[in-house]
């Protein structure tokens, strides 16, 4: 029987199937509870080492040094840990990269790249990780996210979604509110302005729909309730079922869970794929009737991307789905 991987996608391109919780960690001992974390709650989430705002100043290269140290040991063993560097206009983002590329590019899970002012902001950054990687005899794309969080980075995220090796867009809030000086009220930071102010709406809009035509995962901003994860849960829910988000940032032990639970598929819709799928490889792909409704390659492709993100998300699947497309 061909499997949904060899049937489905050999007219284009498909999203790439990633967690959909990315956690922040800017300590070494902040990142080693991440991955006990990970090892608790199984390989649902990533976790970001980071060199920038997270960081402490004043000893970038000691810091970059030690992500390659724990990214590189037996902590890490789902190797689910990417790192995000300095910005463009930074002194310190060459070295990060001939630091972190030299000496864990075959383990990063990817590169973040933050406060881009444009297209070619990214784009040089990119160039560079590329040519460091190439040096050091990396050959694998280490998958590059880049923070929508500008002025600038909005005007051109159409553009910036189309480069090499990209994987995420990021929204960037907190950054995004206070380039607006003013215009928009601080208390939109938080739910439910986040969601309903029309300058920030229609930014989110735009970067989901840039990542998404671009076959680029878009991923939604922090929550900066802390202590809540039930508000966590619902901003997850309101970015993934009104604008298409399909990744979002934790920035406390507590909203990881919130977020994974959130962005999960609805168990009713995920029984009907597995059945669906499992009747449709039984018929080699072609057309079947399922509850009464015509299902072709159309929705499959649809179905088996949900089946393999809720796979990510540690929900349990039907034994013979388990057994023919996972085992």
Request: hydrophobic share 40%; charged share 25%; aromatic share 10%.
């Amino acid at each position: 029987m061909t499997h949904p991987n060899q049937a489905l996608f050999e007219a284009g391109k498909s999203l790439p199937i990633i967690p959909t919780c990315e956690h922040f960690a800017g300590s070494e001992k902040l990142i080693l509870k991440g991955f006990e974390m990970q090892k608790k709650l199984g390989p649902v989430f990533d976790i970001t080492c980071d060199c920038e705002d997270g960081a402490e100043t004043g000893k970038e290269v000691e810091h970059a040094q030690m992500i390659v140290r724990v990214v590189n040991s037996g902590d890490n063993p789902y190797k689910m840990a990417g790192t995000r560097i300095h910005d463009h206009s930074h002194k310190d983002w060459r070295q990060d990269v001939d630091i972190l590329v030299a000496g864990a590019g075959e383990n990063l899970a990817y590169i973040t790249l933050p406060k881009s002012t444009c297209y070619e902001d990214a784009k040089t950054q990119i160039e560079y990780i590329q040519k460091v990687a190439k040096e050091n005899g990396i050959k694998r794309e280490i998958p590059i996210h880049v923070l929508i969080e500008t002025h600038g980075a909005l005007q051109d995220v159409e553009k910036i979604a189309t480069l090499p090796w990209l994987q995420v867009l990021d929204f960037g809030l907190m950054d995004f509110v206070s380039g607006y000086q003013g215009a928009i009220p601080a208390i939109n930071m938080r739910s439910p302005g986040q969601f309903e102010h029309r300058l920030i709406a229609a930014a989110k809009a735009r970067v989901a729909q840039a990542a998404i035509q671009n076959y680029v995962i878009p991923c939604h901003n922090v929550t900066l309730d802390l202590k809540n994860p039930y508000q966590t849960y619902k901003d997850a829910e309101r970015a993934r079922n009104e604008f298409g988000f399909m990744r979002m940032w934790s920035i406390y032990p507590t909203q990881v869970q919130a977020i994974v639970d959130a962005m999960k598929p609805d168990f009713t819709e995920l029984v009907a794929a597995q059945n669906i799928l499992i009747k449709a490889q039984d018929a080699e792909w072609g057309p079947i009737q399922y509850d009464g409704e015509l299902h072709d390659r159309a929705t499959y492709r649809y179905f088996w991307e949900l089946v393999q993100r809720a796979k990510f998300s540690g929900v349990a699947l039907l034994p013979e789905a388990e057994k023919r497309f996972f085992a």
